[in-house]
Structures are given as C-alpha cells and as structure tokens.
C-alpha cells in the first residue's frame, strides 16, 4: 500500500523559512494538498493542488511537488503558524485520498 | 457559507455500531461536484480518511476499515451519515464530516465529534 512520510517535527526560529517534507513514491505523479491543524481545532486546507492557494491563507505558505518528495514552504515564519501540517494525497488511479502521518512545526 | 455539524451518541459499546449524522447547510448535497467525506482522528494522533459519498450516491471506503464503514445520504435533510459496524477501543477517535473535490482538497470541515468506544 502506498505510504506518505512526514518528519514528526520542524523547528523554526521566527521571520526564517520553514519546509516541510512529505515522501511517496512518485508522488510528483498525484495530487498534493496540505492542512494546518492547531490545538482543539478542525483543519484548514492551506495548499490544494500541489501549490495552490485557497482565499484568505497567506502569500507566505507555497507548495511543491516532484519526483518523490512533495514539500510545504512557509516563508517568514509567524508564532501564530506553529501547528501540526498534514500532507493529504489523492490517488486518480484509485480514487483513494491518504493522509501523511503529520509534522509538528515549533516556532523558536 | 458552507456548514457541517456532525450529531450523535459520544459513547458506543464495544462491538456495536457507531452511527453519526453530519448536517449540512449552505449548500445542496446533491449538487454535482463535490464529495461528502468522513475522517477521524485518534487521540493525539493523524488524521485518517474513512470514505466518501459522492452527490450521485457512488461511495468509497478505505480498505483499511475491512468493510465495516457504510456512507449513506438523505438528500430530503441535506444529511449524510457513518454507520461504523463492530467497534472496538481502536475506534475512539474524534470524528469529521467534511466538503472536498480530489483536485481542490477539503475545503470545508465539521467541528469534529468525539466518539468514544467504551463499556
């Protein structure tokens, strides 16, 4: 079965950039999208289509994807984006959607 | 705006069925275009996909759950519903009802329900 690895944490000192990875086989081939998730709260799609970006989620936060690593950049690092991030995929093969295991970003 | 409000019991008993109804306004779930989506979330852990409905009654389901998942809809109340069979401790999770597209993501979300399998 196919398998999404995200680092367990990243830890960023605020204003820097931080990147999240997200790792699958050939997963430049399927359709990325990325969540925030803060305490006690339901996700916020921040990144759909690989890099797209839903209205109102900041300039700040980009994605790509290629080859076998699909990545979350978040540029100008704020204390308010400390959260846990998921990548999500969408398999057109199948139809399935899967979910990496989710990183925790720590703002420094 | 779109809303979804997830309703039913907090509490199941092992080996009986979890059933949890998600209520939508804002929009028609019988309108073309979208999936209507359940995920869980176990305590302190990553998010899992369950399955989808879609608007023209076509589901899928997770092979992971071993057909234990039913996603029904009553397009009447503009609900849809989780029937989760045979539970066990391993099923405590809090639980989305969800809005998405396979080329947009899920755009919207429920509050999430926990539900707890306990005796």
């Known amino acids: 079965s196919y398998v999404l690895t995200q680092p367990p944490s990243v830890s960023v000192a605020p204003g820097k950039t931080a990147s999240i990875t997200c790792g699958g086989n050939?997963?430049?081939?399927?359709?990325v999208h990325w969540y925030q998730q803060k305490p006690g709260q339901a996700p916020v799609l921040v990144i759909y289509y690989d890099s797209d970006r839903p209205s109102g989620i900041p300039e700040r936060f980009s994605g790509s994807n290629s080859g076998n690593t699909a990545t979350l950049t978040i540029s100008g690092v704020e204390a308010g984006d400390e959260a846990d991030y998921y990548c999500q995929v969408w398999d057109s093969y199948s139809d399935y959607r899967l979910f990496g295991g989710g990183t925790k970003l720590t703002v420094l | 705006q779109v809303q979804l409000q997830e309703s039913g019991p907090g509490v199941v008993k092992p080996s009986q069925t979890l059933s949890l109804t998600c209520t939508v306004s804002?929009?028609?779930?019988?309108?073309?275009?979208?999936?209507w989506s359940w995920i869980r979330q176990h305590p302190g852990k990553g998010l899992e996909w369950i399955g989808y409905i879609y608007y023209s009654g076509t589901t899928l389901y997770n092979p992971s759950l071993k057909s234990r998942a039913l996603i029904s809809a009553d397009t009447s109340k503009n609900q849809f519903s989780l029937n989760l069979t045979s539970v066990t401790v391993a099923d405590t999770a809090v639980y989305y009802c969800?809005?998405?597209?396979?080329?947009?993501?899920?755009?919207?979300w429920g509050q999430g329900s926990l539900v707890t399998v306990s005796s």
């Open positions: 050939n997963i430049g081939s399927k359709t």
């Open positions: 969800t809005r998405e597209t396979s080329l947009r993501g899920i755009g919207f």
């Open positions: 804002g929009a028609s779930i019988s309108r073309g275009g979208y999936y």
